[in-house]
Nanobody
Framework: QVQLVESGGGLVQTGGSLRLSCAAS????????LGWYRQAPGKQRELVAT???????NYADSVKGRFTISRDNAKNAVYLQMNNLKPEDTAVYYC??????????????WGQGTQVTVSS
């Protein structure tokens, strides 16, 4: 069984910074893509950023230039550095692992979510 554990959320003022971390554990051989998604109250979950094993990244237009995703393949970990935060960034942030090769047949996993609140 693969588990994703996030950390680093919290309350910050507009213009502030936070760094989210997510570590995958279990009998993992490889993870093709790691990413961050977020869900604000009353809205659908949306992509924030993803990164592949080789480091190819994809960002939502709303976070380009402010957020940076990175990963440590040896640790099966992914990070999201969030700078110049805005109130509209307030949401629950979820870590996602896609294309997971492990002893299990499941290939897509989600973390439990971490709350990010940006005050104006």
């Amino acid at each position: 069984q693969v588990q994703l554990v996030e950390s680093g959320g919290g309350l910050v003022q507009t213009g502030g910074s936070l760094r989210l971390s997510c570590a995958a554990s279990g009998s993992i051989f490889s993870i093709y893509e790691l990413g961050w998604y977020r869900q604000a109250p009353g809205k659908q979950r949306e992509l924030v950023a993803t990164i592949t094993t080789r480091g190819s990244t994809n960002y939502a237009d709303s976070v380009k230039g402010r957020f940076t995703i990175s990963r440590d393949n040896a640790k099966n970990a992914v990070y999201l550095q969030m700078n110049n935060l805005k109130p509209e960034d307030t949401a629950v942030y979820y870590c996602n692992a896609n294309g997971v090769l492990s002893k299990a047949t499941q290939t897509n996993y989600w973390g439990q979510g971490t709350q990010v609140t940006v005050s104006s």
